[in-house]
């Protein structure tokens, strides 16, 4: 009987973690390519249904793709999505962060979620009715932020990628220079792209 147990205990984590695999629908998971590696991300449509419909839109149109990451502060966060000002094949250094896509504005899904470690959630201006298209990924718990932006995904796989993207100045909120982008954004099976077709 101990034999089995012990053979139990050893195979439980990956009994635990095909489980957890299995019950991710593919079509509600976001896969970004960074130059280190893949970054899976769960979509919490429930909690922020219109949120996570917009981040699909621009990502199955292919927006994302080559998207850079403008804002980065250490300890905190890494902000991109910026699908108007912030592709680095025509990167505006001056205007990064001040773009949108050409969809209106979103109506805020303030929840009951956490700003925690591999957090996704919106970035806006100071009207709480502004997020447009570009998001951050929190590095570590950010709880000031927790009801005042919009959490709409969390990452579940290949965070260690994202604390490797290259950080920006802490003399100047943040401002990346040469920063890394999202090399390729897509929605679960990975469907190609609108724009890649």
């Known amino acids: 009987m101990k034999k089995y147990f012990a053979l139990f205990v050893f195979l439980l984590p990956?009994?635990?973690s095909e489980a957890k695999t299995e019950k991710i629908d593919p079509e509600n998971t976001l896969i970004i390519e960074l130059k280190d590696g893949?970054?899976?991300?769960?979509?919490?449509?429930?909690?922020?249904?219109?949120?996570?419909?917009?981040?699909?839109?621009?990502?199955?149109?292919?927006?994302?793709?080559?998207?850079v990451f403008h804002r980065v502060i250490e300890g905190f966060m890494a902000q991109t999505g910026d699908v108007e000002f912030g592709n680095s094949k025509d990167f505006s250094e001056r205007r990064v962060g001040t773009g949108g896509s050409d969809l209106p504005d979103l109506k805020e899904e303030f929840n009951e979620r956490k700003h925690v470690k591999g957090t996704c959630s919106m970035a806006?201006?100071?009207?709480?009715?502004?997020?447009?298209?570009?998001?951050?990924?929190?590095?570590?718990?950010?709880?000031?932020?927790?009801?005042?932006?919009?959490?709409?995904?969390?990452?579940?796989?290949?965070?260690?990628?994202?604390?490797?993207?290259?950080?920006?100045?802490?003399?100047?909120?943040?401002?990346?220079?040469?920063?890394?982008?999202?090399?390729?954004?897509?929605?679960?099976?990975?469907?190609?792209?609108?724009?890649?077709?």
């Not at 979509?43 to 981040?55: G, L, Q, T």
């Not at 796989?157 to 999202?182: R, Y």
């Open 38 to 67: 893949k970054v899976v991300i769960e979509f919490f449509d429930k909690d922020a249904p219109n949120h996570v419909a917009r981040i699909k839109e621009l990502a199955n149109e292919g927006l994302y793709d080559g998207v």
């Open 124 to 197: 806006r201006s100071s009207n709480p009715d502004s997020a447009n298209s570009q998001f951050f990924i929190c590095f570590d718990d950010a709880s000031f932020l927790d009801g005042q932006y919009t959490v709409w995904g969390q990452v579940i796989e290949g965070m260690e990628h994202v604390d490797k993207i290259k950080l920006g100045s802490s003399s100047d909120n943040g401002s990346v220079d040469n920063p890394d982008k999202m090399i390729k954004v897509s929605v679960g099976s990975a469907k190609k792209s609108k724009k890649a077709e």
């Open 14 to 16: 990956f009994i635990m």
